[in-house]
């Protein structure tokens, strides 16, 4: 299994591997952002720091109240400021929380999360899990072929 089909073998079995989890992970977050729609309520909270993440992404670290209860909590998305340039400057946003499935909190409707994540989530696990599968399929026939050219009794087994 070496050679350019061992590493053709490597690179689909790579791309599969990263897309299912990719997909697998963002389909489950939309499952979660889809429950907590049904429960959602929202909030004024405040931005008290914002930060850039690895890859350049920004993260934006809120706080609110709810029932005299305060939730710090972050997101990579600001969608709901309630000034002008309030992600960037500290400002008041909306923050949409829910308790189901467990808390959960972002900056932007539930709704619109987890249409977002299934954008993302479905179109890579539809083709990470196929990659996968007749990867992990053509290495299991390759070596089982490899088994049988390798063993010289199995000509005098059969019959």
Same mark, same amino acid.
């Given at each position: 299994?070496?050679?350019p089909?061992g590493?053709v073998q490597? &690179?689909?079995f790579?791309? !599969?591997?990263f #897309? /299912?989890?990719?997909g697998? @992970?963002?389909?489950?977050q939309?499952r979660?952002y889809?429950v907590?729609a049904?429960?959602e309520?929202s909030?004024?909270?405040h931005? &008290?720091k914002?930060?850039? !993440?690895k890859? #350049? /992404?920004t993260i934006?670290h @809120?706080d609110f109240s709810?029932n005299?209860?305060?939730?710090d ?9 309630l000034a002008?340039?309030?992600c ?5 946003v909306?923050v949409y929380?829910? @308790? ?15 249409t ?6 479905k179109?890579a696990?539809?083709?990470g899990?196929?990659?996968?599968v007749?990867?992990c399929?053509?290495?299991a026939v390759?070596?089982?072929?490899d088994?049988?050219e390798?063993d010289?009794?199995a000509?005098?087994?059969v019959?």
């Amino acid at each position: 299994m070496g050679g350019p089909i061992g590493r053709v073998q490597a &690179f689909c079995f790579l791309v !599969g591997l990263f #897309g /299912t989890a990719i997909g697998g @992970y963002q389909c489950i977050q939309a499952r979660i952002y889809t429950v907590a729609a049904q429960h959602e309520s929202s909030t004024v909270g405040h931005i &008290f720091k914002v930060s850039s !993440g690895k890859g #350049g /992404t920004t993260i934006y670290h @809120y706080d609110f109240s709810v029932n005299g209860v305060k939730v710090d909590d972050y997101s990579e998305v600001c969608a709901t400021p309630l000034a002008p340039s309030a992600c960037i400057n500290h400002g008041p946003v909306l923050v949409y929380y829910s @308790y189901h499935p467990f808390t959960n909190s972002c900056l932007e409707d539930f709704a619109v999360a987890s249409t977002h994540a299934y954008r993302i989530g479905k179109p890579a696990l539809a083709i990470g899990l196929p990659f996968l599968v007749l990867t992990c399929l053509d290495i299991a026939v390759l070596l089982r072929k490899d088994k049988r050219e390798d063993d010289p009794d199995a000509e005098d087994q059969v019959g």
